[in-house]
């Protein structure tokens, strides 16, 4: 099986722009979600969808956004882009939301905020 | 919910050295548990997992032990390589509003 793939996998965008990532997960996989990395901060949980409704929610501002679609590929959209964005964003994917399930990381989208 | 404990920061360690990452869990019940790991310039990927208690995972020399006693499931390997240089994260099931910040693991890297 293919793993999760993201694109692009390097982004620069300038301060105020908006930019939209995308992930496509594991074939059968119906949950993805969504991580920020950052040296500072570690790994940090955006938000995760699962059948297209987005289940579970970290603590980012609205300025983040997702969604899913049918074939459960997944988008996420940062709006009015600052410095701070600037980050590694990881996707995951796992076949469902059932206890002990492992999660699948795709490589990343590196995204530099000039 | 359900937590983990890694203690964070680099440990850097000689070529056949032997490797401990202690990561500490509290929990209902007894969730899986998994260490995943982060290559350089790469995702993370599931390292190795246990399902239950006293359950023990083990992947490329790498070993943990879910012990409910000490609640740990510290991850071990008796003689690192180069090659294991790398972030490690320990983590509980993804599932819930108490989905885990991975943190930032631990950067383990090993001298020739």
């Known amino acids: 099986k293919a793993g999760v793939t993201q694109t692009p996998r390097y982004l620069i965008k300038t301060r105020g722009q908006q930019v939209t990532l995308s992930c496509s997960p594991i074939s059968g996989h119906r949950s993805v979600s969504w991580y920020q990395q950052t040296p500072g901060q570690g790994l940090q949980f955006l938000f995760e969808y699962f059948s297209e409704t987005q289940r579970n929610k970290g603590n980012f501002p609205g300025r983040f956004s997702g969604r899913q679609f049918s074939n459960s590929r997944s988008e996420m959209n940062v709006s009015t882009l600052e410095l701070g964005d600037s980050a590694l964003y990881l996707c995951a994917s796992s076949h469902g939301t059932a206890v002990g399930q492992a999660q699948y990381f795709g490589p990343g989208t590196r995204l530099l905020v000039l | 919910g359900n937590s983990v404990t890694q203690m964070e920061g680099p440990v850097t360690l000689s070529e056949e050295a032997f490797l401990t990452i202690n990561c500490t869990y509290t929990?209902?019940?007894?969730?899986?548990l998994f260490w995943y790991v982060q290559y350089p310039g790469e995702g993370l990927q599931l390292l190795l997992k246990a399902t239950k208690a006293d359950d023990k995972g083990s992947n490329k020399g790498f070993e943990a032990t879910y012990r409910k006693e000490t609640t740990s499931f510290h991850l071990e390997k008796g003689s690192v390589q180069v090659s294991d240089s790398a972030v490690y994260f320990c983590?509980?099931?993804?599932?819930?509003?108490?989905?885990?910040?991975f943190g930032k693991g631990n950067q383990v890297v090993v001298i020739p």
């Open positions: 929990a209902t019940g007894y969730p899986s």
């Open positions: 983590a509980p099931p993804p599932y819930g509003n108490n989905r885990l910040a």
